[in-house]
């Protein structure tokens, strides 16, 4: 009985010994991991080139660059654009990404978010000769919106009621362009970054609602199920730049 007993906790021992040893691999494959974060390549101020150097800039760039360097996150990112970059995360092409991406109960079925970033909402823009004043001015023109956006999923939601119809554009700058060429009546775009481009560009573009309207947070993403990690260190290292200033350095940076 007693070598039926010594067996058993020497088997208990070896087993115990391997999952230390799992848990410590598990650990260390973890710290040594570089992700791969996608992100939009013309959303500024979020994210857009500079053209000067090469180089994507923009908010999120930097808070990302903080929150990695807080966290000690190793990391190579890649601006592919807004729908590439939600295609990237769901194929598990990507690990996780930061677009500028607003956190919507349906996008929650498909990917979970870390702590909202940033808030915002969308407003109505016209071109600057338009007499459109407001959605009513709207009917039997046709409006644009950027792909996979939730300005274009609010266009959807009241189209018929206004009478419109939706031009779809994979970027803001081209969404932008057939609005100041005319070939649509208006848009629809985020608050933060029409404006950036009205005021930076000197787009020849007006914002008509008097309030941004449909306003949620921006949201750090992974596919859901997948690195829990990555969530807990984006909130941890977010509350940390916050604490410590850098948050509110990089938003005043930015004109926020």
Request: aromatic letters at 12%.
């Amino acid at each position: 009985m007693k070598k039926f007993f010594a067996l058993v906790l020497a088997i208990l021992m070896v087993a115990s010994l391997a999952a230390c040893g799992t848990n410590s691999d598990a650990t260390a494959d973890q710290a040594d991991k570089t992700y791969v974060i996608y992100s939009d390549n013309a959303f500024a101020p979020f994210e857009y080139l500079d053209e000067s150097t090469g180089e994507y800039v923009g908010l999120d760039m930097d808070l990302f660059a903080a929150i990695a360097e807080d966290q000690g996150i190793k990391y190579e990112m890649h601006n592919e654009g807004f729908d590439a970059s939600m295609g990237a995360v769901q194929s598990g092409q990507a690990d996780a990404m930061i677009a500028g991406m607003t956190i919507t109960d349906e996008r929650r079925k498909s990917f979970d978010f870390a702590e909202g970033y940033f808030e915002d909402g969308q407003v109505l823009v016209v071109k600057n000769d338009s007499d459109i004043k407001d959605f009513d001015g709207l009917k039997g023109k046709t409006i644009a919106c950027k792909t996979s956006t939730v300005g274009g999923e609010y266009a959807e939601s009241i189209k018929d009621q206004y009478g419109f119809t939706i031009n779809y554009y994979e970027g803001s700058n081209e969404m932008y362009q057939a609005v100041a060429t005319g070939t649509d009546a208006a848009c629809i775009e985020d608050f933060s970054v029409i404006g950036w481009a009205i005021n930076s560009e000197k787009l020849p573009l007006t914002i008509v609602t008097e309030q941004p309207f449909n306003n949620s947070f921006y949201g750090f993403a992974v596919k859901t199920g997948t690195h829990p990690e990555l969530i807990e260190k984006f909130n941890t290292g977010l509350a940390n730049i916050k604490a410590n200033g850098k948050y509110d350095e990089i938003l005043a940076k930015y004109g926020y």
